[in-house]
């Protein structure tokens, strides 16, 4: 079942064209990744479908439903959750205050939305640090802050964004694992990475784009030999031609 | 009908002084990207420092500025680097720190009621002094001599702080702070030293604004409430950051003020101005000539 | 004695003392200042529904105040409706006029947000300075309107001694802390904490940030306007530089973030050291140094937003709590 459709996505800004015709379809328990040079537009196909702004042309569907001028809380209560490039926890409430503001979607009552919350921090093992105030944890914490909020919802898909920038190589393989235990457990993933040792062990089919324009697809290891990706991340003298 | 002529232009010269009044309202904002709360109050404090100069020496009021502008820049120089700086500090991340306006509404309450206990509340003015009630006759009009002065010096004034920005060192840092104060101190450009000046040119700003009120305003410490609320209007109005905005801003207020009164009440010619300001704010608050700098 | 039980204790102390003050307290002159002291600390709380909860900077709500005052002196006067019809009606007037300016406002940012609120309050203080009728009602511009002091009673919310007025704002007060506590606890608390703090972040949490802010906008309001209605009865005159003026926005703005916006007891407590040196400082300097409360105010809001900007309630909790720990016993370890 198809969970995401993007049907010929674009994005202007003023004269910028920030998302050039993008297409793509993420499958129910697929993880997808999506990589491409900075400023590439990873970030804004993103905000666009997550309800962050709208599209200026193209289709974005949900299950089938088309989700172009949805709100962000709308797209959440129906399952889309997403996470921020750069953090943004509430940084003067408690860990479990953070995560509780995510249990709230499904139910009005606190007892159920910190009961969710409990269990999402535990199955993410920041249990332990559930009193401490946000803004004192550490990157690696606040990273899996944003997870364990997003998770807090109960979403379907769930978008993440560099959500391993500025993890130590042990922890991004933690945050690997704890993906794809997700996925096995129904998730299903759209994620935007930098670190290509992530990318490659986590997605079932990789979408690179370059100045908005989606420049190849495909399975990991096609991507890692093709040419034109190579030529748009390391320049044009790399290509093997 | 020439009356609407003579009030269009007297409100012109006193747009022009409102203006004047702003000036330093939109340096302050362009650059530190803080409303000002307590500009008014350096208004007033300008006021004061140039009616005592004059009751003082008995010079002409403009000869004050020789005394008003280095005070008032220090003042607000120092009032920036001690009470403002600190809270930059610490919320440095935030864009556009709330904590400031709080703080400078604190300032405002502090300095006027400051003036209220050391000078009393009551109204002051120079009654001798060589510009009061002149009026200078064309055509059957009678335009009014010292607004006529203060046009001259809020023109002036605009001119020089756009020459000082556009061509001088120290201008061309602060305008670089004011786009982007990371990069500007990564340049090597002192974002506290650039604060505190633009902060000292702004009260200075106030200050010349004072001396050209002195002549035909009353001086009392509650002066700068009445020049605070319409300073931001003007901003509003003009472009927060624009000095042409604010010049023209100023005259539009003034000609609104000086024409109104002929078909309506005066304090609904006071209803039409924040009314004016809303619109401007929901509509379009980057102002009405769009122009969010003139640098 | 465990904690739980010596805040119980403490909380039951409170009221005992705060309801049985008047029979020893016999001065009107005391039970005024009490009374106030009541009253800012009520228009905080309320306030702080926006200011606090919501994390924005709301300085015209002396705006609501008055249309509560207004909406039930003029129906008294004129209708002869009793003035606790006149707090619900003022309430829903002020409720709604909220909304209405909190739509357009709530999408602006900080600086504009608190610059638009002034204008809301001083434009309605402007107004109502100038329009004698409105309609059919008569709001008397700016003479101001008076209640003559016939009919004394509950009925009509008059009273020749203080002591009646002191248990109505007392009981007010007390209601609303329990309803900001509860709020609090409850999801639009969790909502508006978070829409205030991150709005993005919130927004991609289900959290419709609008609509919350406009709720808190419509209670908060709505609150105030009952205070207004007190008011109006307490002093049986108003007029729109007393209940709709911008110093009186200000000044419950400035007792809140004193006292710690956002907080519970922030505003509470703001209103309990601010409200004695405003009132002392008034009676003892009033003739030789005019405005010396409003200075202490300004500088006490300058050093604490340098040093506190959570408010004056985050040291004294900590110290409350170290304390409680001193005096009480840990309750067992939850698992």
Redesign the interface.
Known sequence: MKILEVKNLVKNFGGLRAVDDLSLTIEEGQILGLIGPNGAGKSTAFNCI?G?YPPSGGEVYFFGEKINNH???DL??KGL????QIV??????TVL?NV???G??HT?K?AK?EEKALEVLKYIDLYDKKDMKAGKLTIADRKRLEIA??L??GPKLLLLDEVMAGLRPTEVDKMVEIIKDLRDNGITFFVIEHIMRAIMALSDRIVVIHYGQKISEGRPEEIASDERVIKAYLGEEYGVS | MWFIVEDLINGILMGAIYGLTALGLTVIFGVLKVINFAHGSLLMVGMFVAYWAVTLSGLHPYLALILVIPIMFFFGYYLQDIVIKPIFKAEKDVREPITVIIVTTGVWYILDNLTLLIFGPQYRNIQDNPLRGKMLEIGGMFISVPKLWGFSAAILTALAIYWFLQRTRMGRAIRATSLDRDAASLMGIKQYKVYNIAFGIGTAAAGIAGVTLVPFYNVFPSVGVLFDIKGFIIVVLGGLGSISGAILGGMIIGVIESVGPQFMTATWTEGIVYALFLLVLFVKPSGLFGVRYDW | MTRENFQKLSAALLLIVSFGLPLVLRSPTYLHILILLYLYAYLTTSWNLVGGFAGVLPLGHAAFFGIGAYTSTVLFLQYGISPWIGMVLGGIMASIVGVIIGLPTFKMRGAYFALATIAFGEGMRVMVENIDYLGPFNLNGPRGLQIPPLNVGLANLMFVNKEPYYYIILIMLIAVLMLTYTISCSKLGYYLNAGGEEPEAAKALGVNVARCKLIAMAMSSFLTALAGVFYAQLTLFIHPKSVISLDLSFEIAFIALIGGRGSIAGPVLGALLLRPVSDFSRIYFGHILPGLHLIIFGTVLILVMIFQPRGLQEPLTKAYHRLLDRLTEKPAEKE
């Open positions: 997550a962050v709100n962000p809380w959440c209560k959750a997403r996470t921020f943004k926890p509430f940084a003067s409430k205050y509780t503001v995510g709230y979607v009005e606190r939305a909020r997003a807090a919802t």
